[in-house]
């Protein structure tokens, strides 16, 4: 009796403990990367490390293209010292090759099992970014909150491109501000080039979340290049890791900015901070702050430098983001102007490059097209090859920001010109038929029909007013025809690229080319047909592609009907 009390004591024992011994197995966190590299000798993970992610019961080990999935060092967290795998024991801080991309690994410990999808990106650098509080709450909340920390980057063989410390990392955005997965915008402590892109201080990560095809920009920038377009944005395909954590498939491109190698103009911001002792955004603001016709609004900056006729970058805005920057100007028809470059301009300044736009817009809204104050044609006033071109890229993809968000023009000095240029292309994420708000419905979802050229919105839009006159339309023919239609054709199949025509290639070859880095992405991000998107653009990333193929084939039949001789 004695006997089977001590062993029923002894028995519910071992009961309780197997709980605990369970938990002393237990792997917490588990990092992997180049198992070259080893552990760095101050016991802090290496630059390169990729922490499990978790998912309904799976930990997935999402590895970026050029990494050796057969010699992977593995580092974990816990209380285990060790997992068996594939029948194989695996130490902490080893390196393994039980790691197959493609496979799920069950690894286990004692009491404790793990799933583990491998998955491998292709196609794609890496960028691993790590913040100095180790997390992104505090940026996530305002575009106005700065975090410093560093940034290390892989090419897409896997070998080392960049690695340095940068001076902030913060979220940016309008409407792509509010989705979970962020875009960043990066400012490095020094300018440096990147991936083979011209050296610069300020990069920029784009999410493009709510672009399921994860292609538009990058299609975007490729057809102006192939067509011809100055400065076009420079980008490359980036799987991003913030803080050890796998954030998705990412486009890295240069900032719309004034600067060698980009917008190539005389820098008016950087001759005017050396004019002058104090910071430019430490003057008084002056003029009218909010929205309002035919006004302005300026730094009470006190010297200019002895020429202010270039260089400037503007964009146009939605009415109720004008006030939103420190200066700008309205003009007499109600276009809000926001000035980029210099971002702090002298009274004499915004005067300046102010009167120049308003003049292009009164000359496009006189019955002759000329400017009666200036007496020049708005031919004279905007340089027509980039103003065609830039009409033709958002009526091609019919961008709900044609006329009013995310465009920019700038200005030379006038040795260089005296004219407005239209351009850089940007931000086209939501075009081709991937928006669909109530006022748009009759526009944006279907491949035909006129957007760019049409008032039905504002009546203050450049372009409708411009499609009006005989003597742009006749220059959007031609251009449509000669540099815009073939590079369609390219996209879709009917044309050999050339050597002319750059990264621009069939939907086929770009898909293929995504399709890896895709299927990663679409794990983390769960967004296909997602409710929270106003168009179900397909199921899956091949009949997202066939959606842009359906809106390019109808939308290039019918802009050949209306362009075609």
């Known amino acids: 009796m004695r006997r089977r009390f001590l062993f029923c004591l002894l028995l519910l024992g071992l009961l309780l403990l197997l709980p605990f011994c369970a938990q002393a197995n ?50 974990f967290t816990g ?33 404790n099992s793990y799933r583990v999808a491998v998955m491998q990106s292709a196609n794609a650098a890496s960028v691993y970014i790590k913040t ?50 962020k875009s960043f915008h990066i400012k490095l402590e020094d300018g440096a080039p990147i991936l083979g892109m011209p050296s610069a201080k ?28 100055a400065h076009t944005t420079e980008y490359r395909y980036a799987d991003v ?11 890295l491109t240069e900032k719309v900015q004034i600067q060698k190698n980009r917008i190539d103009a005389f820098d008016l911001e950087k001759a005017t901070e050396k004019a002058n002792e104090k910071d430019l955004s430490s003057y008084r603001r002056l003029g009218h702050s909010g929205y309002s016709r035919n006004t302005y609004k300026y730094s009470s900056i006190p010297n200019d430098p002895k020429n202010i006729t270039g260089g400037y970058l503007l964009q146009l805005e939605l009415d109720e983001r004008y006030s ?42 006189a019955e002759d097209g000329i400017d009666p104050e200036t007496g020049k044609h708005f031919s004279e006033i905007a340089d027509m090859d980039s103003l065609v071109g830039k009409y033709l890229i958002e009526e091609i993809s019919k961008n709900m920001d044609a006329n009013k968000s995310s465009f920019y023009l700038y200005k030379y000095e006038d040795s260089v010109s005296e004219k407005l240029f239209f351009g850089p292309v940007w931000d086209y994420d939501i075009a081709y038929g991937n928006y669909n708000a109530s006022y748009y419905k009759k526009y944006l979802t279907d491949p035909e029909g006129l957007l760019a050229a049409t008032d039905d919105y504002k009546r203050y839009y450049w372009f409708p007013q411009l499609y009006k006159r005989e003597e742009f339309k006749a220059a959007v023919k031609e251009a449509y025809q000669e540099r815009f239609r073939p590079c369609l054709e390219i996209i879709l199949g009917l044309r050999e690229p050339t050597d002319d025509t750059g990264r621009l290639a069939s ?9 890896p880095a895709g299927e990663l992405n679409f794990i983390r991000w769960r967004t296909f047909n997602a409710d929270e998107f106003p168009v179900r653009t397909g199921a899956d990333l091949h009949e997202n592609f066939e959606y842009l193929r359906h809106f390019l084939s109808v939308r290039m039949a019918y802009l050949d009907s209306l362009w075609l001789d």
């Open 79 to 111: 209380s285990a010292k060790s997992f068996t795998a594939n029948g194989v024991t695996v130490p902490n801080n080893s390196v393994t090759d039980v790691f197959v991309p493609g496979t799920t690994v069950t690894i286990s410990n004692g009491g």
């Open 202 to 229: 300020t990069w920029l990560l784009i999410a493009n979340y709510c672009d399921n095809s994860m292609l538009r920009n990058a299609l975007t920038f490729d057809l102006a290049s192939a067509a011809g377009m």
């Open 324 to 365: 939103q920057t420190a200066c700008g100007f309205v003009t007499s028809h109600g276009q809000s102007v926001l000035l980029k470059s210099p971002e702090y301009a002298s009274k004499a300044q915004v005067e300046y490059i102010r009167s120049l736009v308003q003049s292009f817009e009164n000359a496009i809204w």
């Open 132 to 181: 100095k509080s180790g997390g992104i709450a505090y940026i996530s909340e305002s575009k106005k909150n700065h975090e410093s920390g560093s940034m290390y980057v892989l090419n897409e063989q896997g070998q080392p491109s960049y690695g340095n410390a940068f001076e902030y990392i913060r979220v940016r955005g309008n409407y792509s501000f509010y989705p979970y997965k």
């Open 507 to 515: 939907l086929d070859e770009y898909e293929a080319l995504l399709s």
């Open 26 to 75: 237990e792997i917490n966190r588990l990092y992997v990367w180049d198992g070259s590299v080893g552990m760095p000798q101050d016991g802090s993970l290496a630059p390169g490390a990729i922490q499990w992610y978790s998912r309904n019961g799976i930990r997935y080990l999402f590895l970026p293209s050029g990494l050796d999935s057969s010699k992977l060092f593995v580092h």
């Open 241 to 251: 890791y913030v803080n050890t954590v796998y954030y998705g498939f990412y486009l």
